[in-house]
C-alpha cells in the first residue's frame, strides 16, 4: 500500500455542465489529466525533467468509473495513490471528491509509460521515481 496525496483541487463552472446538466465526461478526464501531472512531478517527473531530458509519459491503459453526478457549483478534489512500479510503467489510481461532501463522484485507474520522445520507445523510470515511490509506501506495506 502506498500513501495517498492530494493532486488537484477546483470548482465547476457552469461551461463544463452538458445537455443533461451534469459535468461532461471531458471535464472528469481534464481534472484527472491536470491531476495525473501533478502526480507524475510528485514522483520526479516534472515537465521541466521531461523536456529536457527528452522524456515523456503517456497513458496506456485508463478505466473510469462515474460513481454520482457534479453538478455545477460543487467543489471538487483528487487524491491519487501509486499501485506499482514497473521497469518503465506507473500504475496509479486517482478518486475524485465532492470537496463539501467528502463523497467520492468518481475515479480512474491509469497505467502510463515513460519513454524516449525521439525513438518512441519506453524507457527504464528513472532512479528518483523509484526512491520517491518507496517513500510513499506506507508503514504496513514496507514492514511487510
Keep these: 500500500m502506498y500513501r495517498t496525496m492530494e493532486t488537484y483541487r477546483g470548482f465547476v463552472y457552469p461551461s463544463s455542465i452538458d445537455h443533461v446538466g451534469h459535468m461532461n465526461v471531458a471535464s472528469y478526464t481534464q481534472r484527472f489529466d491536470e491531476a495525473t501531472w501533478h502526480f507524475l512531478a510528485r514522483l520526479g517527473l516534472t515537465p521541466s525533467h521531461l523536456r529536457t531530458s527528452g522524456r515523456s509519459a ?43 461532501t467528502g463523497e467520492e463522484v468518481a475515479s480512474t485507474e491509469l497505467v502510463g509509460v515513460y519513454f524516449d520522445t525521439a525513438s518512441r520507445k519506453s524507457v527504464e523510470l528513472p532512479d528518483i521515481v523509484r526512491e520517491r515511490g518507496a517513500a510513499l509506501q506506507s508503514e504496513s506495506a514496507a514492514r511487510g
Design 58 to 100: 503517456v497513458a496506456a491503459d485508463q478505466k473510469t468509473r462515474y460513481k454520482r453526478e457534479v453538478l455545477s457549483g460543487t467543489l471538487l478534489h483528487v487524491v491519487s495513490e501509486l499501485r506499482e512500479l514497473g521497469r518503465s510503467s506507473i500504475h496509479f489510481t486517482h478518486r475524485m471528491y465532492d470537496s463539501e
